[in-house]
């Protein structure tokens, strides 16, 4: 059985910083890519960072320059770690999975962890 579990979230002012973490059970699937999406009220789901098995990494315009995403594939963890925090940062963040097996590709994600830009 695939699960997600997020953590990290949480209430931070504007220029600060959060690390969210992600870990993956993902039973007898291989992972192909991991990442974070974020949902903000009003908005569009937004794909906010992809990296892959082999560390190519892949970041909406929007959070270039302040968001890194790293991964351990040791542990099947995601981190994302996210620096210079704007008010519109603030959204849901979605722990996102591309799993393959027998030839066939699947995508899960995470509960979701709130993330508050506020002063």
């Known amino acids: 059985q695939v699960q997600l579990v997020e953590s990290g979230g949480g209430l931070v002012q504007p220029g600060g910083s959060l690390r969210l973490s992600c870990t993956i059970s993902?039973?007898?699937?291989?992972?192909?890519?991991m990442g974070w999406y974020r949902h903000a009220p009003g908005k569009e789901r937004e794909l906010v960072a992809t990296?892959?098995?082999?560390?190519?990494?892949k970041y909406a315009d929007s959070v270039k320059g302040r968001f890194t995403i790293s991964g351990d594939n040791a542990k099947d963890m995601v981190f994302l770690q996210m620096n210079s925090l704007k008010y519109e940062d603030t959204a849901v963040y979605y722990c996102?999975?591309?799993?393959?097996?027998?030839?066939?590709?699947?995508?899960?994600w995470g509960q979701g962890t709130q993330v508050t830009v506020s002063s």
């Open positions: 996102y999975t591309r799993l393959t097996r027998n030839l066939r590709g699947y995508q899960y």
């Open positions: 990296i892959t098995r082999d560390d190519t990494t």
């Open positions: 993902r039973g007898l699937f291989s992972i192909n890519a």
